[in-house]
């Protein structure tokens, strides 16, 4: 009987030392229930940073009074508008790219250079309209500033390592992993990591996918230049380490399998 127990315990761990280990699907979100209403956290304004790239448009009632302030050759549009006496009147509106440089600044026509780190879009879009009008170079301006290059960088155990971008300046922590084309199956998602630079500063936010409190997290939506990092589950072996181990645990098993089955013959 001893030897019965012994044999089928030694074939049980040559079993278990030569199987996978499959992880579990990753279901998100999967603590939220049902026709359930929660409440959704207002995501952070973007700030300007070094090196984004910032659509400009300005228009005034007098198109010749805009075309200046719009950077090289972006084409010039008109519109009719009405004023409050009922009276039709041009609008001109023409827009270019600009570069925020390494001291925070953009090179702005007849304004000349102009602070913009640090500002969100709507801060930039008033400061540079009160200057238009502190100088007295439109009346009324109009003036649009969009941001043309949200991007993010995935990395760690996802399918796809790369940089995501966003058209629209608001991104997710779930778009850019599916952006990615999703986890891995060594994927942690209780260790999803956004790693941030704010006021010179690194700092990291760490989430639990599967939990529905990764929404209320300031780094659920991303800034420009934050960086996703997907934790693996644990440090593993690569395939040729993998495959010699495997070689290894297979052989001590078959042969301690054949001295058990010959001991327990004789």
């Not at 790239?53 to 200046?68: C, D, F, G």
């Not at 041009?90 to 600044?105: C, K, M, R």
């Not at 010179?200 to 659920?220: A, L």
């Amino acid at each position: 009987m001893k030897n019965y127990t012994f044999l089928f315990l030694l074939l049980a761990g040559v079993l278990l030392l030569n199987s996978c280990i499959t992880g579990k699907k990753v279901v998100y979100v999967e603590d939220m229930l049902a026709d359930t209403v929660y409440s959704a956290f207002n995501p952070s304004t973007l700030k300007i940073q070094k090196n984004d790239r910032l659509n400009i448009w300005v228009s005034a009632r007098t198109p010749e009074l805009a075309v200046p302030f719009n950077q090289g050759g972006a084409g010039v549009s008109y519109r009719s508008t009405l004023d409050i006496d009922g009276n039709s009147s041009s609008a001109s509106t023409q827009h270019g790219a600009y570069l925020v440089d390494e001291n925070g600044n953009i090179e702005f026509p007849i304004l000349g250079t102009i602070k913009l780190e640090g500002l969100s879009t709507m801060q930039a879009r008033d400061y540079l309209k009160n200057l238009l009008i502190d100088e007295q170079l439109i009346a009324e301006p109009i003036v649009k500033v969009e941001m043309t290059n949200l991007s993010v960088s995935v990395v760690g155990e996802v399918t796809q390592q790369r940089i995501i971008s966003s058209p629209d300046s608001r991104l997710t922590i779930l778009s850019a992993i599916a952006g990615a084309r999703g986890m891995t199956k060594d994927a942690n998602p209780n260790k999803v990591h956004v790693i941030r630079e704010e006021n010179g500063q690194r700092k990291i936010y760490t989430h639990d996918i599967e939990s529905k409190d990764f929404f209320d997290s300031p780094g659920y939506y991303l800034q420009q230049n934050d960086i996703v990092y997907v934790e693996a589950k644990a440090a593993k072996l690569d395939s040729g380490q993998e495959t010699s181990w495997r070689i290894i645990t297979s052989s001590f098993g078959l042969v301690a399998a054949v001295f058990s089955i010959l001991n327990f013959l004789k």
